[in-house]
């Protein structure tokens, strides 16, 4: 069954998700905090995964105190601790949502031929096996409804490659190919796939990769700020969650329907040169 192409609420609107339910990955900081409180806003009832126990009892929190910004009635954020490699578990948490946001992610900085390999693969598990199986878990529910999003959180180094991080690029690569699988089968079903490509985000994660990069390179974390993470952006700052976030939303809302198998940069302008 394919989606209703019945025109949404009018242009600048809030996407109301009211009545929609969503899963957000990763969800216990940064892009995915602000990813899960930005869907709930819009009326989502959100189930935010992590394995951080501690970061989802603050996000739980923070949900209980923050007004809706949606065009209905504000949603609300449930939390469940979840580790993806649990493959298993991880498809099974994904069955009967309407949007599934693939978020969490992890990083280590090192040349190829001092990168644990056992690292190498955690981060090709959490960053992309999981997503599939969540992908998985997702689809029959939102086949059997005709519509569903997925929004993948993969980065420009889905799009472009840096030095020392093997891992993450060769994860990010593979999530992009992914999404656009998604999206050519998901379509005759109302389904849109599509990934997020944000710069450098101002989250703990990138705080981590600030240090082990002044580390590889011998320089200082400022350094490491204006000489290297945003050496190829036009625009000179990092990215805050809160910018992704509505992005997401936009991909889950009505006029988004005709929007998938893309990948939409935020970058600063990093992949226009």
């Not at 840096?162 to 993450?168: D, E, L, V, W």
Request: negative net charge.
């Amino acid at each position: 069954m394919s989606e209703s192409t019945t025109p949404g609420p009018a242009a600048g609107a809030d996407p109301g998700l009211g009545g929609r339910t969503a899963l957000v990955t990763g969800a216990a900081g940064g892009i995915g905090r602000a990813c899960t409180l930005r869907l709930a806003a819009a009326g989502a009832t959100v189930l935010a995964v992590d394995q951080d126990e501690k970061g989802l009892a603050g996000l739980a929190a923070l949900a209980a105190r923050t007004d809706g910004r949606g065009s209905g009635p504000p949603g609300r954020v449930e939390t469940r601790a979840l580790d993806l490699t649990d493959l298993d578990a991880a498809e099974r948490a994904a069955e009967g949502v309407d949007i599934l946001v693939n978020n969490a992610g992890l990083q280590l900085v090192r040349p190829i031929e001092d990168f644990p390999p056992e690292v190498f693969s955690r981060v090709l598990t959490v960053m992309l096996e999981a997503p599939f199986r969540l992908v998985r878990g997702a689809l029959p529910h939102m086949y059997a409804q005709g519509w569903g999003r997925i929004v993948n959180i993969s980065s420009v180094h889905g799009l472009r490659a840096s030095a020392y991080k093997s891992a993450y690029v060769a994860a990010k690569h593979g999530l992009e190919g992914l999404s656009k699988v998604a999206a050519l089968e998901g379509a005759p079903h109302g389904v849109t796939s599509n990934c997020v490509n944000p710069g450098y985000v101002r989250t703990p994660l990138v705080e981590r990769q600030i240090a082990d990069q002044a580390a590889a390179h011998g320089i200082s974390p400022e350094r490491v700020v204006s000489e290297v993470m945003l050496a190829d952006s036009a625009v000179k700052r990092l990215i805050e969650p809160e910018e992704v976030a509505e992005a997401v939303a936009y991909l889950c809302g009505p006029h988004a329907s005709f929007v998938t198998g893309a990948s939409l940069a935020m970058d600063g302008g990093w992949t226009a040169h």
